[in-house]
């Protein structure tokens, strides 16, 4: 599965769990590590984990399992690696703190909307 469908398939997965400031970089050109990232916030410990069951099943319907999942017991920092993408979903307090979006300035903001 290329890329883009799954960060459409995992945008899709998380708005319909509520998640906010929802933000996707195209790393592709910075970094061997994926093509994107997407940075999400929830809540909540309870919506975090909602969120990444939601993104976890409906790319698991797609045919794509995570490479590794770290961080859901304390659901503060949930990071889902599935090799081309990777999935980041905070709590608003660590979400400011690691400010993915300064350290990964050197890539390109795409507009989720840009997925749909």
Known sequence: MESKEMVKIAINAL???????????DISKV?????YFIIAEGKNRN???????????????????????????????????YADIIVH???????LFYDLERIWRDGVCVD?????
């Open 15 to 25: 708005e319909e769990k509520k998640a906010e400031n929802i933000r996707v970089i």
């Open 31 to 35: 970094s061997v590590l994926a093509d």
């Open 47 to 81: 919506q975090i984990q909602a969120l990444t069951d939601s993104v976890e099943k409906d790319l698991g319907k797609a045919g794509a399992a995570p490479k590794q999942i770290e961080g859901y017991e304390s659901a503060n920092w949930v990071l889902m690696d």
């Open 89 to 95: 979903i905070f709590d608003n307090e660590n979400r």
């Open 112 to 116: 989720a909307k840009d997925f749909m």
